[in-house]
């Protein structure tokens, strides 16, 4: 039965997941539309305005077009719509593997617990670090991942400070440093990390090394 309930979507779309534990995997991406952030490194601005309202049912039936196990609610902020609470819990009883891509300025408690929570700490750069909601770091179970978008040196020692403060190592069981793409090389991210032991999982944009810039990829 429906539920009534529906988001604002800017776009879904088949693709690799570029990101985080499951990279290189077939995953389908839901664009919810909207964000209360501005972050300097931001390369989904086009998902800010627009898009179109769609019914939870349709989201579902959209996605079971694609035949893939695993599931993206990204935006944008996804959280910044109520119905994405629902959406995803839809998305679990289907029986996908469900992640959520989540800035970190939004309170992730009404999140099913079956969804591996991505949660983007913002760091200094970012221009947006003091919207973070650090309520949100004693909820994180080891089954979710954070992730630090780093753009230079103080960004890297801020991250690294955040891991060590928070004891992000027996929360989660991957903690992301990924480069701002063509901001930061990632050879010297690689560097420090290795030369201060960090247990941290460095990573790069997957599908930007294989499309760049393209949207719906």
Not at 12 to 28: C, D, K, M
Not at 35 to 56: I, M, N, V
Not at 133 to 157: H, M, S, T, W
Request: aromatic share 6%; charged share 25%; glycine share 8%.
């Amino acid at each position: 039965m429906s539920s009534g309930l529906s988001v604002r979507l800017t776009e879904i779309f088949h693709s690799l997941q570029g990101e985080a534990r499951t990279a290189g995997r077939p995953t389908v991406f839901v664009r919810l539309t909207g964000c209360p952030l501005r972050c300097t490194y931001c390369d989904t601005a086009y998902a800010f305005e627009g898009g179109k309202q769609h019914s939870l049912d349709s989201v579902l039936a959209q996605v079971a077009e694609h035949s893939a196990d695993y599931v993206t609610v990204t935006g944008g902020e996804p959280l910044a719509q109520p119905a994405a609470i629902q959406l995803m819990q839809r998305l679990c009883d289907a029986g996908y593997q469900v992640s959520l891509e989540t800035g970190g300025a939004m309170p992730i408690d009404d999140v099913d617990d079956r969804v591996s929570i991505v949660l983007d700490l913002k760091t200094p750069a970012s221009g947006e670090c003091d919207r973070n909601l650090l309520a949100n770091v004693p909820l994180l179970r080891p089954k979710d991942q954070v992730k630090f978008v780093i753009c230079d040196r103080g960004d890297y020692e801020w991250s690294k400070a955040q891991v060590h403060m928070h004891d992000l190592g027996s929360r989660v069981d991957d903690i992301l440093f990924s480069p701002s793409y063509e901001e930061l090389a990632p050879a010297l991210l690689a560097q420090w990390v290795l030369e201060d032991r960090l247990k941290v999982r460095m990573q790069l944009q997957l599908h930007k090394q294989i499309w760049g810039d393209k949207k719906g990829v």
